[in-house]
C-alpha cells in the first residue's frame, strides 16, 4: 500500500480544483482581535463577522457571537439550506441537540446538520463567547441585522415576520 492510500480519505474524496495557478497568490484575510464588533444588540450581545459567505465565495460563515450576561439566545429551530455548528470559546452555553439542552464549555463542539434541531442560549449571570459556523455561506449578516431592528423596536405582522424568517432560512419549533 502506498502512503497516499494508507492515509486514506474516509471516502470523502477531496473537491474538484478551483485554482488553476501555478505559483499560488496573496489572497489573505487578517481580521485583528481589537476590531471593533459588526453588531451590537440593545442586550449586549455582540457578533463579529469574521468570513461571511460573500467574503468566502459562499463556501461558508463565521461569526463570533459574544454573549452578555443573563440569559439571551434563540429556541428550538432548524435550517432546510445550511448546517451550523459551535465552538465555545469561553464560559458556558447551553445547547438544544434536539432532545435536550445540553451544557457546552470553553473547547467544546456542536455540529448540527441540515434540518437539525437546535437552539443555544447563555442561561448564566456570566459572559460567553462561541465560535458560529455556517455551511454554505448564507448572508446570515442580514438575518443577525434583522433581529437587532426587531430588538430595537421595528414591527413586522406575522405574514411579514414569516416571511423574514423564511428568507432567512428559519423554521421555529415548539
Do not use: C, Q
Not at 6 to 19: A, D, I, L, Q
Not at 105 to 128: I, S
Not at 140 to 159: I, K, N, Q, S, V
Amino acid at each position: 500500500m502506498s502512503l497516499p492510500e494508507s492515509m486514506g480519505t474516509k471516502g470523502v474524496p477531496y473537491p474538484p480544483e478551483r485554482y488553476d495557478g501555478e505559483a499560488g497568490e496573496v489572497s489573505a484575510f487578517y481580521r485583528p482581535d481589537t476590531t471593533a464588533p459588526d453588531l451590537t444588540y440593545p442586550n449586549g450581545v455582540k457578533v463579529d463577522y469574521l468570513a461571511t459567505g460573500a467574503t468566502t465565495a459562499g463556501d461558508y460563515g463565521l461569526y463570533r457571537w459574544h454573549f452578555g450576561p443573563g440569559e439571551t439566545g434563540p429556541g428550538p429551530h432548524f435550517h432546510r439550506a445550511v448546517a451550523e455548528s459551535f465552538y465555545v470559546l469561553t464560559g458556558t452555553v447551553r445547547i438544544y441537540n434536539g432532545e435536550e439542552w445540553i451544557p457546552a464549555g470553553a473547547g467544546d463542539f456542536v455540529h448540527v446538520p441540515v434540518g437539525g434541531l437546535h437552539g443555544f442560549r447563555n442561561t448564566t449571570d456570566e459572559p460567553a463567547s462561541m465560535l458560529l459556523h455556517f455551511t454554505p455561506g448564507a448572508p446570515r449578516e442580514g438575518y443577525f441585522e434583522g433581529l437587532r431592528e426587531l430588538a430595537e423596536g421595528t414591527e413586522l405582522g406575522p405574514d411579514d415576520m414569516a416571511e423574514f424568517y423564511k428568507l432567512h432560512d428559519n423554521y421555529w419549533v415548539d
